[in-house]
C-alpha cells in the first residue's frame, strides 16, 4: 500500500485529470480520503460504480454530494451498461481546458480501493481483457499504461486501502461490501454490523428476502432468524452463527436482498461531526462541505 501511495503521489505532476472509482453502496467510505489535497486544482471524475446494486435514491443524492466539491463531476455505472461506461472518454475531453484540439493527448490515471470494479470499467472501455478482474480486493498488482479512444491515456494503479481509517463505521462498511479481504475480520461482527442496519433503514428487504412474518427486535434476532430458515443448525439445534453471518454478506454483496446502500450523506454528515468533535485536532476535509 505504501508503495502504491508513493507511486501516485510521484505520477500526480504529469496527469491532466483524475478519476476514482467509488462504489455506489459505500461512496464515502470508498474514497481515497487524501485526494482532494493531493489532486490540487486538477479536475477528478468519480464513477460510482456497481450501481445497480445500489438504492437508485440514494446514488443520486450522493451524485450531488460529491459535485459540491469544486472540480468534481460524477457518473453513476454498473457493468450492465457498456454504452454508459464508453461516455467516459467524451466527459474526460470536455473536463480538461483546452483539450479541444485534435490530436491533444490526455493523460488520466484511474484509482480506486480493492474490488471496487475498477478493472472490469477498463476492460469495457478498451473492448478487450487487458486488467485482471475478480471478485475479490487486491487483483490488480502494478501500474499500467492504457491507451482508449479519443486520445485518452489512462495510467491504472493498484487498489489500495489508506492505512489510518478515521471513521470505525467506513471500516464496516468496506468489509461489508467486500473491499476487505474475508480473512481480517470475524464474518458475525460485521454481519451484526449489517444486520443493525438493515433494520433500521431496509426492513422490509429483510422481511421478503428471509420470508420472515414478524420483523427481528435486534441485529441477533435477524441473525438466528436467518440461521433457521436456511438450515444453519449444530447439535441441540443451537444456530451456527457464522454460517448464517456468511450467508447474509454474501447475499448482500450479491444484490439478492434488493438495492442496498449502506450510507447517506445524512448520515455521514452526522459521523463527521460527532468525529469532529471527538478529534477537534484533525479535522477531515469533508467536513469543510458541512
Known sequence: ?????????????????????????????????????????????????????ADADLTRQWQDWLEKEQGVKTLALSIEQPERMRQLTSLCRKMVPNSSGKHKIINTMIMGIPNVGKSSLINILT????????????????????????????????????????????????????AVKDTAFEYDDIAFYVAEYLLSAYPENLLQRYNLADL????????????????????????????????????????K???????????????????????PLNKSSYAKRL
Open 257 to 279: 436482498i434488493g438495492r442496498i446502500s449502506l450510507e447517506t450523506p445524512t448520515l455521514i454528515e452526522q459521523e463527521l461531526r460527532e468525529q469532529e468533535q471527538t478529534t
Open 216 to 255: 427481528p427486535q435486534n441485529e441477533l434476532e435477524v441473525i438466528e432468524a436467518i440461521g433457521r430458515k436456511r438450515g444453519c443448525l449444530k447439535g441441540g439445534g443451537r444456530i451456527d452463527l457464522d454460517k448464517a453471518s456468511k450467508i447474509l454478506l454474501t447475499e448482500l454483496r450479491a444484490g
Open 127 to 178: 473492448g478487450k481483457t487487458i486488467a485482471k478482474t475478480g471478485n475479490e480486493p487486491a487483483v490488480t498488482k502494478n501500474q499500467q499504461r492504457i491507451k482508449l479512444a479519443d486520445d485518452i491515456v489512462l495510467f491504472d494503479t493498484p487498489g489500495v486501502l489508506w492505512p489510518k481509517i478515521e471513521n470505525q463505521n467506513s471500516m464496516y462498511r468496506l468489509a461489508s461490501s467486500g
Open 1 to 53: 500500500m505504501h508503495k502504491a501511495n508513493k507511486a501516485i503521489k510521484e505520477a500526480l505532476p504529469n496527469i491532466d485529470l483524475i478519476i476514482e472509482v467509488l462504489d455506489a453502496r459505500i461512496p464515502f467510505s470508498s474514497q481515497n480520503p487524501l485526494l482532494s489535497q493531493l489532486r490540487g486544482d486538477k479536475s477528478c471524475i468519480k464513477i460510482l460504480t456497481k450501481s445497480d446494486l
